[in-house]
């Protein structure tokens, strides 16, 4: 039992990192209809700002954590969304209008690129940093003496998760912005004809996806304290197994998508076996794509447009 | 006589290899109600949505109030003035009514959307009634109503409106007629309208264009077309 609770903590924490990351593969796909096969890579980018950051935090002799971790997100998040912005501008958007295969194709060859450009100009080994949270509440101790822990570093990263769902659910359903890119994804040539700028709101959607992977990234860096320029294709399929699983287009399903991928992973890791851990994954896409491939929360076609 | 509102002159559109405006001229002066009138596969809608700039024209001008806006964005077109509800109404499916109203209104001072929407539901009091329903499960009519006020909420000068009669039961075309009358000739609204029921849309418009092949056919104020010949076998034979 104490053994169980210990993995769905885990699984739980594991979970908001996939949804940060699905939420950005839902939203272009929602909008655009492609699946950036590069914002895997974005995340990883993301990462690796933020190892960059918490370095430099700690050259400056910024000692006070919160403070150093704020600071690092901010410009993790700035920085990163500056490279999803980029890549839309880059190779999807004078692809736009060309055949659907086209900008897929291109995202894999942006995906390469990112992989090799990190890999060239941080160096292939992989990037350890000390832990910078540590510590964490013992929740219960078994009769066997297996005790519960949910570290700080593990509550931050809900917590921060649950923070930003709010105020993302916030922007999309209040904002002007949110409004937009609605329409975008409901017909896009009606919400020019409505004054909407499509170009400018697919680009924000682009800067949106990118500052909540570098966000994961950020939280993968500080969990495993350790990346590489790698890192983005295993994390990319499985947030976009959880998009999938989910409802790819729906938002509340990247969510749930996400959380039910940690979980999974957690749990099959615990009880049958950790090297098998990623085969959980793809398992779940192959069925999912098999048997209800409009996911758990997609859309069923049934409105008469 | 003053200089018209709208100017289209030898404008081309082409999607891909196909022309589908070869030439086309028309003007419309602020105040009137202009109809566009011609077989399926003329270009009617495509002259409404190239003015727009979708398909960019690819010869020709647009004049809007004296400005040039040929070539323009279409979302910089309809920040100044122009509102469209398109062919097939292009409702937003999964907003409710009440969302689809807002977004009608992007372009326009938030200050005045209160005003505004109380305007669109004395308009059509069914939106009223249905304005937190979703968009794709109103009614084909319930749909053309709402295009339409989506239009208006953005406070047009010139509002273009693609077959607003198209696939509704008579009772509904006349309520809509009625209200294009009235937004005529209360707010001095400019109205170009594409139609196929074209015998109601030369009752109530002032002047008349006659698109076929991609080319003005005809044209001239709506009494003089009425009682053309040709207009009257080609466009108003049965039914009427
Ligand atoms: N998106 C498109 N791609 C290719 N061809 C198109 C497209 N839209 C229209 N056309 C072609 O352009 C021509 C004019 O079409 P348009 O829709 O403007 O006609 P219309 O006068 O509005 O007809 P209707 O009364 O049936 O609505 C037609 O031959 C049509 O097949
Ligand atoms: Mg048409």
């Not at chain 1, 990263?157 to 999309?172: A, E, K, P, R, S």
């Not at chain 2, 323009?72 to 969302?99: C, D, K, N, W, Y």
Request: proline content about 4%; overall charge neutral.
């Amino acid at each position: 039992m104490e053994y169980l609770v210990q993995q769905v903590i885990n699984g739980v924490t594991l979970g908001s990192v996939y949804a940060l990351i699905a939420i950005g593969y839902t939203m272009v796909y929602g909008i655009i209809g492609m699946i950036n096969f590069a914002h895997g890579e974005v995340y990883m980018i993301g990462a690796f700002t933020s190892l960059i950051g918490i370095i430099v935090m700690g050259l400056l002799g910024v000692t006070w954590v919160p403070l150093a971790l704020f600071m690092v997100l901010l410009a993790s998040m700035a920085i990163t969304a500056l490279y999803g912005w980029s890549v839309e501008r880059v190779a999807y958007r004078p692809l736009r209008g060309s055949f659907r295969l086209a900008p897929l194709i291109s995202a894999i060859g942006v995906s390469i690129f990112l992989q090799n450009y990190v890999q060239i100009s941080q160096g292939a080994r992989p990037k350890p940093i000390p832990p910078v949270i540590r510590g964490g509440f013992e929740l219960m101790t078994s009769s066997s003496g297996f005790t519960v822990t949910l570290s700080y570093l593990q509550l931050f990263i809900i917590v921060l998760t649950i923070v930003l769902m709010v105020g993302f659910t916030y922007l999309i359903t209040q904002t002007s912005l949110g409004r937009a890119q609605r329409a975008c994804e409901q017909d896009r040539t009606m919400a020019s004809l409505i004054g909407i700028d499509v170009d400018r709101t697919i680009s924000m959607t682009f800067v949106m996806g990118a500052a909540l992977a570098a966000v994961a990234g950020m939280m993968v860096t500080l969990y495993y304290g350790v990346i590489d320029f790698y890192i983005g294709f295993l994390a990319g399929i499985k947030a976009f197994t959880a998009a999938v699983l989910g409802g790819i287009g729906s938002l509340p399903g990247a969510v749930l998508g996400g959380l039910l991928i940690g979980l999974i992973e957690a749990l099959w890791s615990a009880y049958f076996s950790v090297e098998y851990k990623d085969v959980a994954a793809f398992t779940i896409l192959v069925l999912v794509l098999l048997f209800r491939p409009s996911g758990l929360l997609g859309r069923p076609e049934i409105e008469k447009v | 006589m003053t200089a018209p509102m709208l100017k289209i002159e030898g404008l081309r559109a082409s999607y891909g290899a196909i022309e589908a405006l070869k030439g086309v001229d028309v003007e419309i002066h602020e105040g009137e109600i202009v109809t566009l009138i011609g077989a399926n596969g003329a270009g009617k809608s495509t002259l409404l949505m190239s003015m727009c700039g979708k398909p960019k024209p690819s010869a020709g001008r647009v004049i809007f109030e004296g400005r040039d806006i040929t070539g323009m964005t279409t979302h910089h077109i309809m920040r100044l003035g122009i509102a469209q509800s398109p062919e097939g109404r292009r409702i937003f499916p999964r907003m409710t009514v009440l969302e689809n109203l807002r977004m009608g209104a992007v372009v326009t001072d938030p200050a005045h959307f209160d005003q505004d929407l109380e305007r669109a539901f004395t308009m059509f009091p069914r939106l009223k009634e249905r304005q937190n329903q979703r968009g794709g499960t109103l009614s084909g009519g319930e749909q053309q109503m709402l295009a339409i006020a989506r239009a208006l909420m953005s406070r047009p000068r010139l509002l273009l409106l693609d077959e607003p009669s198209l696939g509704l039961a008579p009772i509904i075309v006349r309520q809509i007629f009625q209200v294009i009358r009235e937004i005529n000739a209360e707010q001095g609204m400019t109205v170009f309208l594409v139609e196929q029921n074209a015998f109601h849309a030369l009752k109530l418009a002032h002047r008349a264009y006659v698109l076929a092949g991609g080319k003005v056919q005809m044209s001239g104020t709506s009494a003089e077309l009425l009682g053309n010949e040709e207009v009257r076998a080609a466009y108003l034979e049965g039914g009427h």
